[in-house]
């Protein structure tokens, strides 16, 4: 277990310190001059909805530990980074603050440019209740096209179970269902998202008696690499080797990639995704 620096009072330290970066003008605050930068403590406390006497009292190392509440109005107040909501947390309580899951819409400009600079890598991002946010064109070409299904209709449980199509282009579809499930407990769990969970699995469970099943099971797997045997309507049976990889700075992401696991099924997949998508290299 982290614990916090033994430096005399390295949380009110780190208050103050991020205390001064702020610009009271850019806050809505008086242009005036001020003898320190940065905000006053009293500005701080209000804009943190808690009493001016206590937070001096944080910033002097005085009065006890905070609350969880307390640490996340002031990283609220203090306009943290989520990695600095962290490093809060670990200086008070010598450990990070309880995971809660936030459900996010979108990827950074950045992260879809990774994607869209894998021309012939199947490529897509999920949360930890495994809904599909981002994708690239050979995603689109080769898997599913994400971008024509309701935002709703874009979680990969709901295509695996409740779409046909889907189903039956799978050559082991209990094996990879079994494994969907397994991981998605270990990912929402892991994320915090109770609350998410229930509501999804309590629809997929009366959508589908074979998820009902698997979620019984209480399996549980990690985001390991693997194999995924697919029968595509044009390239026949494609063998396909998947790997995850964590967003940095968000935990709740996976970006999955698809590579063929041999060189014929690669040419074939090259041509295919090219032909469709005007790129040859």
């Known amino acids: 277990m982290l614990m916090p620096a033994d430096d005399g009072n390295a949380l009110g330290d780190f208050l103050r310190d991020r205390r001064t970066?702020?610009?009271?003008v850019s806050l809505g605050l008086k242009a005036e001059r001020r003898r320190t930068p940065g905000l006053?403590?009293?500005e701080v406390a209000q804009r943190s909805n808690i009493s001016p006497t206590w937070y001096t009292w944080l910033e002097q190392g005085r009065g006890g530990a905070p609350s969880a509440d307390v640490l996340d109005r002031l990283a609220t107040g203090l306009m943290l980074t989520e990695a600095e909501r962290e490093h809060l947390f670990i200086l008070a309580f010598g450990h990070p603050p309880e995971t809660l899951y936030r459900a996010h819409h979108g990827i950074t400009p950045r992260l879809q440019r990774v994607l869209?600079?894998?021309?012939?890598?199947p490529a897509t991002v999920r949360t930890a209740t495994w809904d599909v946010i981002a994708w690239n064109r050979a995603a689109t070409v080769l898997l599913t096209d994400y971008a024509k299904l309701?935002?709703?209709?874009?979680?990969?449980?709901?295509?695996?179970?409740?779409?046909?199509?889907?189903r039956s282009a799978q050559e082991d579809w209990l094996?990879?269902?079994?494994?969907?499930?397994?991981?998605f407990r270990a990912d929402a769990v892991r994320a915090g998202a109770s609350r998410e969970i229930s509501r999804l699995v309590a629809e997929l469970s009366a959508?589908?008696?074979?998820?009902a099943q698997l979620w019984r099971e209480h399996g549980v797997a990690g985001q390991g690499d693997g194999v995924k045997r697919l029968h595509h309507p044009e390239l026949g049976l494609l063998e396909?080797?998947?790997?995850?990889?964590a967003v940095e700075g968000r935990?709740?992401?996976?970006?999955?990639?698809?590579?063929?696991?041999?060189?014929?099924?690669?040419?074939?997949?090259?041509?295919?995704i090219s032909d469709r998508t005007g790129q040859d290299d």
Do not use: H
């Not at 970066?21 to 009271?24: G, H, S």
């Not at 959508?207 to 998820?211: D, G, K, L, R």
């Open 21 to 24: 970066r702020l610009d009271p």
């Open 40 to 42: 006053r403590r009293e």
């Open 116 to 121: 869209d600079a894998l021309p012939f890598t």
């Open 207 to 211: 959508e589908s008696p074979e998820f």
């Open 240 to 245: 396909l080797e998947f790997s995850n990889f």
């Open 251 to 272: 935990p709740d992401l996976v970006m999955t990639t698809y590579q063929p696991a041999g060189g014929e099924e690669a040419a074939r997949m090259k041509a295919f």
């Open 150 to 166: 309701p935002p709703e209709q874009r979680n990969i449980l709901r295509l695996i179970f409740c779409e046909a199509r889907v």
């Open 175 to 183: 094996g990879l269902a079994r494994y969907v499930v397994a991981s």
